[in-house]
């Protein structure tokens, strides 16, 4: 069975600070990566996937993740935040067994901003 | 094109009771999800149906149950709710089984 670990449940960046959210999966197979990012009160919003190829992939809003297979990692990047990135992000691993309706998430990493 | 579309947004409903959520899926897509966050127990997947067939079920029990029509729209019902039913409830549909797109949600709360 799959599984999602994001160990930072709370990270604090400065303003025009880089961030690095940590990602870290378990899957026998090939991963599908996904990351999300879910605003107060509403649904989530994809961010970037990978499936395969390049493992540098770039996504929305300045975000790119590294897929490392030697790590089992999938880390969230950017290299200056903005106040409007405070958030809640999820990252997730797809069963291909179907396709990748069933993800599974880690319990998510609450991003604040400070001035 | 619209995203996906979940009502209603907000309900309040009894202990005992069911409830019925509904999800208009972005058009064109055949597959739909359903999942559930909670606080204590974050993202969740419930249930996925595509052409009207479920194809994968999480490990939730009897009492959650969903369905899909012919033109892709989906609901879920929760029947005999218990307070620990309260929870976001998401829906979200994919194109081509690879990237799934989700709605805003359903608040459900339970009293």
């Known amino acids: 069975a799959q599984s999602v670990t994001q160990p930072d449940i709370h990270i604090t960046v400065s303003e025009g600070a880089s961030l690095e959210l940590r990602c870290n999966y378990s899957?026998?197979?090939?991963?599908?990566l996904f990351w999300y990012v879910q605003s107060p009160g509403q649904g989530l919003q994809l961010l970037l996937k990978y499936f395969s190829g390049d493992t540098l992939v770039q996504g929305i809003k300045g975000f790119e993740a590294e897929f490392k297979r030697s790590q089992s990692s999938f880390n969230l990047r950017k290299p200056s935040v903005h106040w409007s990135d405070a958030a809640e992000y999820f990252c997730a691993v797809g069963a291909s067994e179907f396709g990748n309706e069933k993800l599974t998430f880690g319990t998510g990493t609450r991003l604040t901003i400070i001035p | 094109k619209a995203g996906v579309t979940q009502t209603p947004r907000y309900l309040i409903k009894t202990r005992g009771q069911q409830v019925t959520l509904s999800c208009s899926p972005i058009?064109?897509?055949?597959?739909v999800s359903w999942y559930q966050q909670t606080p204590g127990q974050g993202l969740q997947f419930l249930f996925e149906?595509?052409?009207?067939?479920?194809?994968n079920k999480g490990n939730f029990p009897g009492r959650f149950s969903g369905r899909q029509f012919s033109n892709s729209r989906s609901e879920m019902n929760v029947s005999t709710l218990e307070l620990g039913d309260s929870a976001l409830y998401l829906c979200?549909?994919?194109?081509?089984?690879?990237?799934?797109?989700f709605g805003e949600g359903s608040w459900l709360t339970v009293v």
């Open positions: 149906y595509f052409s009207e067939t479920q194809r």
């Open positions: 058009s064109g897509h055949r597959s």
């Open positions: 899957y026998g197979a090939t991963p599908y």
């Open positions: 979200a549909s994919s194109p081509d089984g690879n990237t799934i797109y």
